[in-house]
């Protein structure tokens, strides 16, 4: 490529930009938070986007972008529209039931997961069940990030974003069985980083819920007559007036059990498919009996097995991958002790790696005399 210099006339940083598109829309409010690509915002994150929220009326856009406009964009969204749930349910519920011949659960929508979709692609990770199961009213909680998640997502999902944040690790984790050590390594903390990235966002939207219902009785006993309907005595306070009377971290303080749950739990998944106790014992069988002499027989077996465990996988590489990385590693698992140990410490030195056909070269190589 040809090496080209250009002479830098000016140079603005984004806060001189955003202070020259005040000039043109002086209402405009622009706040940075610095978020991890992978993982979940931080507790005060939330409180930040929050109170820069707070007093906004129910129809300002809320713009979020950030370098790439994928993971925390999208994140970023989905807390936005958490806390426009907020707003709707506080200033409007009680101002519906005032009209007469309407039935308020019409205007609910119902958001129902489809049952037909793998529990990861649901989100039914077993540190999410255990929180669900945790928090007061969990399963509405879950139930309401879903649909925002959904609409935040790509068009398959009835989205109209690019990112899905809930089956984008689902299709990591398929992903994962198929990658090398090294690679499986990276994947497997940033699909630990994004269960729980999810898994705040669920007690946010649990917040967010509690936090509704307090700030539409959150009214000073001086202007309560004005904001309650005569209809319903419930209060009708403006988007504009709601107050957040606890931030999340205090909500956070108060609920200090989810915090160990998610650092002990976000890592509980079946990294590797089993296999079949039988089919094990009898490649142990074989191993044991005579390892050279039934190799041809252990290898069949073993890619019999194989054949078995990944038929849910479409055909193509992605399959012929799983099933040779689950080969590498089941040969390794049965060799001859004395030939184990000698194998281990020559991947150990990174003279060899664990790959089907180095250990079977290691395993029958004669040196020649």
């Not at 958490?82 to 039931?97: D, P, R, T, Y």
């Not at 000698?342 to 250990?359: F, P, R």
Request: overall charge positive; hydrophobic content about 40%.
């Amino acid at each position: 490529k040809k090496a080209l210099e250009i002479e830098v006339k000016e140079l603005k940083s984004l806060s001189q930009v955003i202070e020259g598109v005040k000039e043109k829309f002086p209402g405009l409010v622009h706040w940075r938070v610095p978020v991890c690509n992978s993982a979940a915002p931080l507790e005060n994150d939330f409180d930040i986007i929050v109170k820069t929220l707070t007093g906004t009326a129910i129809n300002t856009p809320v713009i979020v972008n950030d370098q790439v406009g994928l993971s925390r964009a999208t994140t970023g969204c989905v807390i936005a529209c958490l806390f426009k749930e907020l707003q709707i349910s506080a200033s409007f519920e009680g101002l519906v039931e005032t009209v007469p011949g309407v039935n308020a659960a019409l205007l609910k929508t119902k958001y129902v997961m489809n049952p037909e979709k793998d529990t990861l692609f649901r989100g039914e990770f077993e540190v999410v069940k255990e929180l669900v199961a945790t928090l007061k009213e969990g399963d509405k909680a879950k139930n309401k990030v879903d649909k925002i998640i959904d609409l935040n997502g790509t068009p398959k999902t009835g989205g109209t974003g690019i990112k899905q944040l809930r089956e984008n690790i689902a299709e990591s984790k398929l992903s994962y069985e198929i990658m090398d050590d090294a690679a499986q390594a990276f994947l497997k903390t940033k699909i630990m980083d994004n269960i729980q990235k999810y898994y705040y966002l669920i007690v946010f939207s649990a917040y967010i819920r509690e936090q509704a219902a307090a700030a539409r009785e959150a009214v000073e006993a001086d202007k309560k007559a004005a904001v309650t309907l005569p209809a319903s005595g419930k209060c009708s306070i403006p988007a504009t007036e709601l107050k957040i009377g606890k931030t999340f971290v205090q909500f956070m303080e108060e609920n200090a059990g989810l915090r160990a749950l998610i650092d002990t739990g976000k890592g509980n998944l079946q990294w590797e498919r089993d296999i079949p106790p039988a089919a094990l014992a009898n490649l142990e069988q074989l191993a044991a009996k005579d390892f050279q002499g039934n190799l041809g027989k252990i290898i069949h077996d073993i890619y019999q097995t194989a054949h078995v465990m990944f038929g849910d996988m479409p055909q193509g590489d992605h399959k012929k991958r799983a099933k040779y990385r689950f080969a590498s590693k089941t040969i390794m698992r049965i060799l001859p002790p004395a030939k184990k140990t000698e194998v281990e410490g020559l991947i150990a030195s990174k003279a060899m790696t664990m790959d089907l056909y180095d250990i079977l070269g290691k395993c029958t190589w004669t040196v020649p005399k």
